[in-house]
């Protein structure tokens, strides 16, 4: 009996013990106290459980599993299928997370937000928002906001616009602003994310004891930093950079090999990554790097289609057009799930080399031939081709196509695009009588409108009236004659509006051309245009030749004298002549300039 005593007085302070560390959330405390009490009671169910949960809550998920597989027969009468469909979803094995939470008849609170959380990883949204709206509606606890956080963020995906869902709280003001964002609205995305951002700063503004770390801490939720974000920007830079600045997608192409980037994005969010890096490769001319990452978006994705289409891209790139339409041709031989995408690309391919009626064929073999666009490009390509009567007959087919479709329901509205266009080709060919036909079987399927019916009195003459009083040329005013009061005969005057001064028109240079086009860049500065030429300056002389024997005659000043005095006694009357002719002007006599005298500083009066 005192062993016995001794024993459980033992088990209630570990307990007590398991309790302070469990409350303080130091699990790696807590697991020696645990083993400690199991050793005393192997068999004991609260302990288990507690190993349980503290290897839960240490992230050792295959432990755990490991630990409720050996350990079934001693927890037969508690239910594990929470504990155990948690560790496989944290361990990313989320279908057969899927399965245990399925097989249950009745499965609790706990299991049924599990349950979607895991149809949110594997983007079930349809199911996942009706698990959601369902917890929302039949639960009564403090995690209102947690789920409707949850259903915003599914809605978000499916471009869902709940009108129900409250924006209260940053993180619903948030998912608010990534439902914008789906559906194209990025002004208002911008304005939502900026108002959440306000909504979780004034959240924390009454609490004084939360610091600004803290509250950044919180905005990383509205304004994320972590890898998924880094790769989705690169992605997009990759994306607009397209074959230009190779270099630098190059290196933002690193970022798309982050580890964990495969459990936060969607699956078509890593489509468009792995194609991108297919495309990159292209680009740089790397054939290695290319073969690996199409066999990866093969393997990953069951894309064969697409990298069907990539090959016969590089071959494009490489200027082997039989290799690339070789290679879609294959593939539409071997597979009959090709979509629109494989064909549109044939076509293309055929219509770079000049082969329209290749073209047709491989458009006419589609599905959906009688698609809109599809027949107004093989109509367009036939009238090319002078075959106008073959796009006739291709467009009745394609009216009697609709027109099939109609029967039971309502009236698509192709087959009244279908016979309005089938007229203007019927009027291009000549036809008028097959053009008539066609409208007026577009008048017998329309709606015509109903007559409207006024019950309101409207004065006919009083609308008139307000016409003239609100003309553009004069405006009547009534205004009452006479001083009686008794007096109400009413006379219109007149009163004319201001004339408007008439524009003129502008004036046109002399030397104006109508036939040739304006300067582009009359407007800059004459010095700022690209044609403009700096005019060059004269050249400045730099002094004659040293020591030459033909310019020293010119300072020689006794040669000089002896010319003067025998051209002096042979030409005096001439030079008196000269003289008369040309009497020379007065040299104007310079003023002395004055030099400023300086005042001198006087002391005043």
């Known amino acids: 009996m005192a062993n016995s005593s001794a024993d459980s007085s033992s088990l209630d302070q570990l307990f007590a013990q398991l309790k302070r560390f469990a409350d303080e959330g130091d699990y790696n405390k807590a697991d020696p106290v645990i083993k400690k009490i199991l050793k005393e009671a192997p068999q004991d169910k609260d302990a288990l459980l507690c190993r349980l949960c503290s290897l839960i809550q240490q992230g050792k998920y295959d432990n755990a599993l490991t630990f409720i597989k050996s350990k079934r027969d001693l927890l037969s009468g508690v239910d594990l299928t929470f504990q155990e469909s948690y560790c496989y979803y944290r361990l990313h094995k989320t279908k057969t997370a899927l399965e245990l939470l399925q097989s249950q008849a009745n499965p609790n609170d706990k299991c049924k937000e599990l349950l979607a959380q895991v149809l949110y990883r594997l983007e079930n949204y349809k199911e996942c928002i009706t698990v959601y709206r369902n917890l929302i509606k039949n639960s009564q606890d403090d995690f209102e906001n947690e789920r409707e956080t949850n259903l915003a963020a599914a809605c978000a995906l499916l471009s869902i616009h709940d009108r129900n869902l409250r924006e209260d709280t940053y993180e619903l003001r948030y998912n608010a602003?990534?439902?914008?964002?789906?559906?194209?609205?990025?002004?208002?995305?911008?304005?939502?994310?900026?108002e959440a951002e306000e909504l979780c700063r004034r959240s924390y503004d009454d609490d004084a004891d939360v610091t600004e770390e803290e509250i950044e801490d919180e905005l990383g939720v509205v304004r994320p930093t972590d890898t998924t974000l880094v790769a989705v920007a690169s992605n997009n830079v990759i994306t607009i950079n397209k074959d230009k600045d190779v270099f630098d997608s190059?290196?933002?192409i690193k970022a798309l090999a982050a580890e964990g980037l495969r459990h936060k994005l969607t699956s078509s969010q890593l489509k468009s990554m792995e194609l991108n890096k297919c495309l990159l490769h292209i680009y740089a001319n790397q054939p290695e790097q290319f073969q690996e990452s199409l066999q990866h978006l093969i393997k990953s994705h069951d894309m064969h289609e697409m990298a069907d289409i990539l090959r016969s891209f590089r071959s494009v790139k490489e200027k082997n057009f039989e290799n690339a339409i070789s290679i879609l041709q294959n593939?539409?031989?071997?597979?009959?799930?090709?979509?629109?995408?494989?064909?549109?690309?044939?076509?293309?391919?055929?219509?770079?080399?000049?082969?329209?009626?290749?073209?047709?064929?491989?458009?006419?073999?589609m599905k959906d031939n009688h698609r809109l666009g599809i027949i107004a490009t093989v109509v367009a390509l036939l009238t090319n081709l002078g075959e106008a009567h073959s796009a006739s007959k291709l467009m009745d087919e394609n009216t009697q196509h609709w027109y099939k479709e109609a029967q039971g329901s309502e009236l698509p509205p192709q087959l009244f695009v279908a016979l309005k266009e089938n007229a203007n080709l019927k009027l291009q060919l000549g036809k008028p009588e097959d053009a008539v036909?066609?409208?007026?079987?577009?008048?017998?399927?329309?709606?015509?409108?109903?007559?409207?019916?006024?019950?309101?009195?409207?004065?006919?003459?009083?609308?008139?009236?307000?016409?003239h009083l609100y003309s553009a040329r004069q405006a009547k005013r009534m205004v009452k004659?006479?001083?009686?009061?008794?007096?109400?005969?009413?006379?219109?005057?007149?009163v004319r509006k201001k004339r408007k001064a008439r524009k003129r028109k502008g004036k046109l240079p002399k030397n104006f051309d109508a036939t040739k086009q304006p300067d582009p860049e009359r407007w800059l500065p004459r010095r700022e245009r690209s044609y403009y030429k700096k005019r060059k300056r004269a050249p400045i002389g730099k002094g004659g030749s040293q020591g030459s024997t033909a310019s020293s005659a010119g300072y020689d000043a006794s040669a000089t004298a002896a010319a003067a005095t025998s051209q002096n006694k042979t030409a005096p009357v001439a030079e008196a002549t000269k003289q008369q002719e040309k009497p020379t002007a007065a040299q104007p006599v310079k003023k002395p300039v004055k030099k400023p005298v300086k005042k001198k500083k006087g002391k005043g009066w």
């Open 481 to 494: 004659v006479g001083t009686d009061a008794g007096d109400s005969d009413l006379k219109p005057i007149i």
């Open 331 to 365: 593939m539409i031989k071997e597979s009959s799930n090709i979509t629109e995408k494989g064909f549109l690309t044939l076509a293309q391919l055929y219509l770079m080399q000049g082969n329209k009626q290749m073209a047709i064929e491989t458009l006419k073999k």
């Open 250 to 252: 190059k290196k933002k």
């Open 177 to 194: 602003a990534c439902n914008l964002l789906s559906r194209g609205q990025i002004k208002e995305t911008i304005n939502k994310l900026n």
């Open 437 to 467: 036909a066609s409208l007026e079987s577009l008048r017998k399927l329309s709606k015509e409108l109903p007559d409207v019916e006024t019950e309101v009195d409207i004065d006919v003459d009083n609308l008139e009236m307000a016409q």
